[in-house]
């Protein structure tokens, strides 16, 4: 009916990859005490598209790719920063929902949108691909 | 003002007459998870927003969430229009039929008439937000146990229509908390 | 198209108006998104003129595009099963 099997395949792909770049995140963190000083180190040694100036293409990246270490980095110079992901940095206000704001891209056609539930293939049973069924969590998959 | 479109979002010609079906179906109707609590919930939330995104989206899922409410009626109607007394015995719904016939009333599963208790306006943005980001995961889940609970294939693609649709409502929700969130300086965090 | 098929076009059309327009009270400075409800606007306008012409209104207090009081009483009701349910 709609192509639920093809995008299982290919969310699992994409998680794993940014299960990696989290990981890698994650033990950066670690060693750093004052994140935001120490990170003006990492956004001297950063190269991606924001350092260089390219501010458009590296938001859609970050709204593709949110888990990129780019889209997560914090420096004071904020046009080194990609996205927005300063924000939740600066300031450092905790206890606040994080809900990835959707890019404009990806459709159903009119005839599977009205079976689907929805226009946008990215909404389209986004918990699939950590393997949430139906009131079971399968960590196996 | 509301204006009535004389159509349903999705369409519904049930052949089931799986009168048990009909009587969990009743929860997405008048239980605590249901359309009506989701609707009622969004439409009295909205007069107190203090942003207009919110006051938008509020408006407009409410809206949608009475046409939800219209879609699991016509389901138990139709399962339940053509029934007979023994049927309705052995479904167990001989209870409701005593006090309602064969019409539908804002119950739960069992028999729980609706309550205001069901839903909240802490007439705080980010209270609220998370209330309703809450209630359209509890109602996805609604639909989950729900499609677990029936092997009618017509049924379960339109539980999964509605369970859908509550996972595109939670992340506009979230979008609006977001937008409430990042556009607030730390000290103004807490006058919201 | 039969009337079943023209209602399901308009249910299709209506319902991706339903889904972007909650898209757009979140994005309201969604251009693509904005075209495109235009667009899927006047196509719904459109079928729901061409429906309405033959079968009569499918919204009340006067803001259909024909209006047809009897049609709107004695039309086929929403929530009645269109195979063989009470009239």
Redesign the interface.
Known sequence: MLRGKDQKKEYKDDFKDIKEELEDLMDEFKDKKNYKDDKMGSCKSYKGSCSQGKKSSCLEDCLENPAKYSCNVFCKDTDENCY?SY?LFN?P?YA????Q??P?KNFFN??D????????KD?????CNSGYV??RRSYDE | MWYYVKTLQHPVNLKSTDLRMAKLLITQYGGPDGELSAALRYLNQRYSMPTNKSKALLTDIGTEEMAHVEIIATMVHQIMENASIDEIKKAGLDGHYADHGKALFYVDATGNPWTATYIQAKGDIIADLHEDMNAEQKARVTYEWLMNLTDDAQIKEILGFLREREIVHYQRFGEALMDVQDNTKAKDFYKL | MNKHEHMLEIQKVQFALVDLNLYLDTHPESEGATKDFAALSSELKRLIWDYEKKYGPLTNFGSAYFQNPEAWVNSPWPWENEKGGKR
Request: charged share 20%.
């Open positions: 927005e924000k300031p206000i606040k929902a994080h809900i704001p959707q404009y009119l005839d949108a009205i079976i689907s539930g929805t226009i946008f909404l389209y049973d986004p918990y139906g009131g």
